[in-house]
């Protein structure tokens, strides 16, 4: 019987851009982990801060890239939202959506209706969109300060694009909050809302997630193991500083990681490496072993810096020094 990571776990709940693909190009390595993973009878549902395109059109990308998603195994932070919504207004209530035509969609298939203007709604819901501008904020604050409702899909403060990180729903969430100086609800990663519905009926969930401040920080919300990859936003220096509600349960180069057994993935001491705390910081010694002894040395790093605290990191000897190199940390 295999024991590795995927054998913990009956369900994937997995981030997009950044874990399985970068635009229009698959991560290396994801789409072969998660049709490993559905052989095995472990579903992968995906999950998404992304308010703009509907469940469909996520899921027709997927699939366009070969991943096995159906409109059902897809979650975004727009149907959460929405549903948050329904659960606090009466039927037809009237919605004002800073957003695109999906999330209006989701609105509207929860039961309430869809406005314009900030003196026909009795609550906001605030999504990502290209085109949103000044209009349409100037709506939600009018509306917010009257004393709408007011969710937002998500706080992400960037986007990322193949152009670089660009302003994103958070950003904009952020000109509502400085010009009425309220809070709305969040549906989205970091809040355990999304992954809690993502979840469904699966007891054994595993969160997988290249950003640590939405995908790692909503497990640790949700209380459930997470699985970091360094195909995406985060990388080494960001998890070595890492707060405790941001640490994940595992750390991976890549979604091959679900193959290895659970206690090569942990942080903490690895064969090869070997770190200590000094006056100077981190120090790692050691010419490491297997497949990726970068990551390993990474895993024993984290260690010994989220115990004291400490970010400074040297190596000592050429092995050392080719893995913080490959890892882009250390002096």
């Known amino acids: 019987m295999t024991d590795d990571l995927l054998s913990r776990h009956d369900v994937l709940l997995a981030d997009l851009d950044g874990t399985l693909y970068r635009g229009p190009e698959v991560v290396p390595g994801a789409l072969d982990a998660v049709l490993a993973a559905a052989a095995r009878g472990v579903r992968t549902v995906y999950v998404t801060n992304n308010a703009s395109r509907s469940p469909a059109d996520v899921a027709a990308h997927l699939t366009e890239l070969g991943f096995p998603a159906g409109i059902a195994d897809v979650r975004t932070s727009s149907q959460a939202a929405a549903t948050m919504l329904a659960e606090q207004l009466p039927a037809g209530s009237p919605v004002l959506v800073v957003g695109t035509e999906a999330l209006a969609d989701e609105v509207r298939a929860r039961g309430l209706t869809v406005v314009a203007t900030a003196a026909e709604a009795v609550a906001v819901v605030q999504g990502h969109s290209p085109d949103t501008g000044w209009r349409n904020l100037a709506e939600a604050v009018v509306a917010v300060r009257a004393g709408a409702l007011w969710v937002?899909?998500?706080?992400?403060?960037?986007?990322?694009?193949?152009?670089?990180?660009?302003?994103?729903?958070?950003?904009?969430?952020?000109?509502?909050?400085?010009?009425?100086?309220?809070q709305p609800q969040v549906?989205?990663?970091?809040?355990?809302?999304?992954?809690?519905?993502?979840?469904?009926?699966?007891?054994?969930?595993?969160?997988?997630?290249?950003?640590?401040?939405?995908?790692?920080?909503?497990?640790?919300?949700?209380?459930?193991p997470s699985l970091m990859v360094l195909t995406g936003v985060n990388g080494a220096a960001d998890l070595l500083a890492a707060p405790p509600a941001l640490r994940p349960t595992y750390i991976g180069a890549d979604l091959a990681a679900l193959g290895r057994h659970p206690d090569e993935l942990s942080p903490g001491p690895r064969p090869g490496w070997q770190v200590e705390h000094g006056p100077d910081g981190l120090r790692l010694t050691g010419r490491g072993g297997g497949p990726d002894p970068a990551v390993d040395a990474l895993r024993a790093l984290c260690a010994l810096a989220w115990e004291h605290g400490e970010t400074r990191v040297s190596a000592e000897g050429a092995a050392a020094a080719a893995a913080l190199a490959e890892l882009g940390i250390g002096a």
């Open 152 to 182: 937002a899909t998500n706080v992400d403060p960037t986007l990322p694009t193949d152009r670089g990180r660009l302003p994103g729903n958070g950003s904009m969430v952020q000109v509502v909050r400085t010009a009425t100086e309220a």
């Open 187 to 224: 549906a989205g990663k970091p809040a355990a809302r999304l992954l809690r519905e993502a979840q469904g009926d699966a007891t054994r969930p595993l969160v997988v997630g290249d950003r640590l401040d939405t995908d790692i920080e909503g497990a640790n919300a949700l209380g459930v």
